[in-house]
C-alpha cells in the first residue's frame, strides 16, 4: 500500500484531507485506482471513511472531475460518486452520462445505470434493458435495479417468461434480474422454479437478496427451511462462506433451534451440522477468508455441535418421503434401509436413483432392489446409471 493510500485509509485529519483533497481535485485517478483495488483489504468502516471524506472535497467547481473515476467500479464509492453528481446534476450532465452509459466501458456504465435511477431520462431505458444481463454481474444487477426504481414492466414480464425456459442458465438469468429489480411479488414465481431446478442453491443464494429467511419464515415455514437448507449445501462449493453475514445465517440457525422442532427442521439443522463441520476441516474453504468469516463460521459451527444431534437424527426419517423437500438431504443422513427401499418405487426417478446409492453407501443393497428400481425407471440414462451401481 502506497504511503498516499496509508494516509487517506488513516485516522489522522492532518494525513487524510490534502490526500483526499488531491485525489478530487487533481484528480488522482491512479490514487483511486489503488484504492479501488485494496477493496477486499479494507475493513467496511474504513471504506466508508474513505467515501465520506471524498464526498466533504466535492463541489459545484470540481464535481465533474467524478467522471474520470467512473473508470474504476467499486460498490464501495458507487453512493458516493453517484449521489455527488445527482446533487449538481443538469442537462449537460445528464447528456455525458446517457453518452457514456451508450458508448463507455462496463465499469463506466455500471456508475451510469446507478445515476439514472435518479435522474429521469427516457433514452436509457432502452440501454439499461440491453446490459441488464451482461456478464458484467455489477452492470447487470445496476441495470436491472434502475429498471425496477423506474417501474419498467415490460422488462418484468420478459424476466418473468425466462423463468418457463428449458434452458437452466436462461432461468438463473431471469431469477437474478428479477431478485435485483427487486419486486418481490416474483417470489412465489422464483420459488417454485427453485424446487425443480439443478441450480438450486443457486436460486436461493439469489432469493435472500430479494427476501430474508426470517419473513421467508413467516410466509412459509417449510419453504423458508428448504431454502435455508439450500444455502447450507451450496455453502463453499457454490456460495461464499462470507455470505453467511448477508444471510444472518448464525441468526438464524438460533432462532430455529428455539422453535418445536420437526422432521424438516431436523434435517436442516443435522445437514448444517455437518456442513460447517466440512468447511471447518478442510483449509481449502475457508483459505482466502477473512479472520471475521473464519471466526463466524467456528463459531456457528460450534454452536451447532452443542444442539442434541442425536435427537435430531430421530426425526429426519419422516422427511423418507418422494413428495417432501428435504427428502434427498433426509437420505445423506438415513440408516433405515426400510424406510429407503420403500422410495425405489417412487414415481420421482431421481429419488429411486438416490435411494439405490443409499442402500449400496449402508451396504444393504440387493439384486431385487435393482430390478424394483429398474422398474421404477424410465429414463435409459438412469437406468445405465441403475446397472452400473
Known sequence: MGDSLKNLTGKNPKDFEPVAFDLINKPDVELFCELVNKDDFLFDFVKQNVASRLSKVCNENNYLNLLQLLKYYSPSYEEFIISTLVRFADETLTEKMFNILKDGTD?????????????????????????SFSENTSLATNCASTLGVLKEKSSYDEALTMLTSNDEFTVLDGVKFLVSYGEKAALDDIMNVMKTSSFAENIAGEILYLTDLFDLYKKNRNECLYTLNLIISGLGEILSPAQVFDFRLFDFLEFISSEPQTSASAVVLVNAADKFETLTENNEYLFDETKETKQEILDIKQFLLNLDLGYLYGLIDDELRADSLFVYTALEYTENEQMVRSLLVSDN???????????????????????????????????????AI
Open 349 to 387: 426417478q431421481t429419488v429411486v436413483l438416490k435411494s439405490l446409492e443409499v442402500l449400496k453407501q449402508i451396504d444393504e443393497i440387493s439384486q431385487t432392489d435393482k430390478e424394483t428400481a429398474l422398474k421404477s425407471v424410465t429414463d435409459e440414462n438412469l437406468k445405465n446409471i441403475i446397472l
Open 107 to 131: 465499469n463506466e456504465k455500471t456508475y451510469c445505470a446507478k445515476f439514472f435511477s435518479y435522474i429521469n431520462e427516457p433514452r436509457a431505458v432502452e440501454l439499461l434493458k440491453k446490459y
